[in-house]
Nanobody, 115 residues
Framework: QVQLVESGGGLVQPGGSLRLSCAASRSIFSTYVMGWYRQAPGKQRELVASLTTSGSTNYAVSVKGRFTISRDNAKNTVYLQMNSLKPEDTAVYYC?????????WGQGTQVTVSS
């Protein structure tokens, strides 16, 4: 079992920045791929960024160049640095750990980009 706890969401103005954190209950980064997903009202959940066990990253086209996924192995924590935020980035952001199958999800953290 793996528990994931997200934090760092909030209200930010367009053009602002936020850093989301996802703390895992144990050391998993050598085994699990980590992903950040988001779900806006009325829309399907979508993959925003992923980080493999070897450190390779992948980003959705809509966030490339603005968002950065990273991890701190000592803290069992993965981060999503979000810069140049836009109103369309407003969503609940979820952290996921997976190898195959359904994986493990966090509870989500709300990000609202609005003036």
């Amino acid at each position: 079992q793996v528990q994931l706890v997200e934090s760092g969401g909030g209200l930010v103005q367009p053009g602002g920045s936020l850093r989301l954190s996802c703390a895992a209950s144990r050391s998993i980064f050598s085994t699990y791929v980590m992903g950040w997903y988001r779900q806006a009202p009325g829309k399907q959940r979508e993959l925003v960024a992923s980080l493999t066990t070897s450190g390779s990253t992948n980003y959705a086209v809509s966030v490339k160049g603005r968002f950065t996924i990273s991890r701190d192995n000592a803290k069992n924590t993965v981060y999503l640095q979000m810069n140049s935020l836009k109103p369309e980035d407003t969503a609940v952001y979820y952290c996921k750990a997976f190898v195959s199958g359904p994986g493990y999800w966090g509870q989500g953290t709300q990000v609202t980009v609005s003036s």
